[in-house]
Each structure stands twice: as C-alpha cells, then as structure tokens.
C-alpha cells in the first residue's frame, strides 16, 4: 500500500470567531463619593400607575428627558424556510460541478492526440535550440514537470485561496468579504457564500494547514479519480459541507460566520480513506507513530459526532461532519450513480459540437 502522510488530524475550523455574539450592554455605574450622604425620601408609585411611568413624570417635573430604553439584540430565528434557497442551489451546483467535469472530461479526450504532436514538436525544437544558463522560465517549467498530476491540479487551488487570504488584508474590502466570503445562515447573502468561503481563510495558519493537507493527499486522489471528477468532488464537497452548517447552525440558533476549506478537504480525505484503508497515515510532527488510514478516518467522524453532540465551537464540527460523511457515500454509491452515468451528457455534448456551427469534420475522438 502506498503510503500517504499528511498532518490531518490538526485542522482549523471554518468558524472566523467561535461563532459568538457581543452583546452590547448598558451598564449604569456611580461613583460613590465619602462622606455621608443624606437619605433621600423614597416616593412611592401612584396606584393604577407603572413604576416606569412614575419614573417618567418625575424626571418631566425636574425638566431631565426620561432614560432611553436599553436596545435588544438582535437573536436571529430559526427560520427553516431560509434553507430552501440553499438546498436548491447546493443540488443545482453539484449537479453542474459533475456534468461540467464530464465535458471537461471529453475536451481533454479530444485534444489529448493533437497535444501529443505539439508536445513532440516542443521537445525537438528544445533540442536544437541552445539553452540558455539561468533562463527562470527553464527553471520553472522543469518544477512544473516534476510536480505529479494531482498538485499540478491542486496548484490553481491554493492559488485562489492564497489571494483571498491577502484580499482579507485589505481594508476596502472587508465588507465585500464578509459578506460573500463567510457562510452565515442569518446572512442576507446565503447562496454564493457557500462556495466563496470554501476558498476563504483568515487566519495563516489556518489556510497553510488546510493547504498542506490538500497537497498531501492531491497524488491519491487524483490518480484515483483524475482531475475531472476530482474538482467536481471537491467544489461539491465544499458547497455541501457548508449546507450541513447551515442546518445545524438553524436547528441550535447557534448562527456565526464560518469559513475555509476544512470541509471539502474532510471529503478528499474520507474518499482516500475509504478507497483505501490499509494505507499507512502518520502526523507531521510524530513520523514514529503510524495507523491506518481507515483507523484515522473513525477517529475523526467521532471526533467531529462529539463536538457536535456537545455543542463545541471552536471547530464547525456539522461542516466536517458533512465534508467527510459526502466522501464516504461518493465512494461507495456516488460513483456508481453519478460518474458511471454520465454517457448520456457526453453524447449530448458530442453531438452539439460536432452539428453545431464552425464544427469541422465528423467530430469523433
């Protein structure tokens, strides 16, 4: 078995702030000076009048304006009505996630003969063409190649959250960030945010863990699956974890902004720790210490069981919950259902290029 390492078992939750709440407290306090003091008469209330509205006309006949009331925080309610929109979107993006990855699919197919003879082409005029010494474009495309297929693909990925993570650090935007780039349930923005925040991270550390994660277990993953049904694994995995937040963030008026990758990462995990369960796992920082990969994969859904059975926030435990538990179903019964039945879109799509306009020939791969 092939042996997978990677520091999974420390990861940073979605959650930007535990998901708490400041309430804003008015406080009256008095700063009792020495001395005596004399005892000031107490009035009593009229009959038939309220203590507040006595209170009222007292300070009236002293000319003082009456104490403004306290303002109530806002508690949002669990509306579940709230969440249609967002299972709507969550079955129509993962839907699109999957039946896009099978035309992309099909492009790659397509262009894979006419890739080879360029290729070819490339390597031969490489050959007769003097290299030059120190050429940065020489040395980035021989790490380009030396990267394998999984984080060649993973690479865009971290990209695109690398410039979150700096986009956080510019002041004009936090109010676009917030908005769009943490899932909240009380939001008035519910949909996009459940993709945009799965790329979203605050925190250093928090975006490097989940990145290195990612790129520990790209190599499996991919050449398990190919880079196609990966992405729509992973996209899917993300909107669907944030889904489940959504609903158990609803059902304990727990409502918070979370963020980060750490549900779609929990899905490659799971679907690499269930295609394969014999495979050797070990933490970073305890290379010594190895267990198996299906060991590994119960610890954490019971990890995550607890937390959220007992209410802990510091991680968004319904997130990875969901994450993981969507990698284990695909690899059991999503494959099956879903990739192996993909023929009929493909076809649809075979046909539209090859009768649609400007296309030439016949078409076929």
Known sequence: MMAVRASVFRRVSEDISSTHYLTNRFTLQTQQRCGFRKITKRVEPKKGVSEEAELNEILHKKGEAPAPDPPTPHVPARSFGRLVKPLVFTIGFTG??????????????????????????????????PQKQGDLHKQVSQWWNSLSDGQKTVTGIIAANALVFFCWRVPSLQHTMFKYFTSNPSSKALCWPMLLSTFSHYSLFHMAANMYVLWSFSSSIVNMMGKEQFMALYLSAGVISTFVSYVSKTAMGRFGPSLGASGAIMAVLAAVCTKMPEAKLAIIFLPMYTFTAGNALKALVALDTTGLILGWRFFDHAAHLGGALFGIWYIIYGHELIWKNREPLVKLWHDFRTRGPGAGGTGSI
């Open 96 to 129: 699109c996630s999957f039946g896009g990855a099978a035309i992309w699919q099909y492009e790659s197919l397509k262009s894979r003969v006419q890739s080879y003879f360029d290729d070819v082409k490339v390597d031969w005029l490489e050959k007769i063409r």
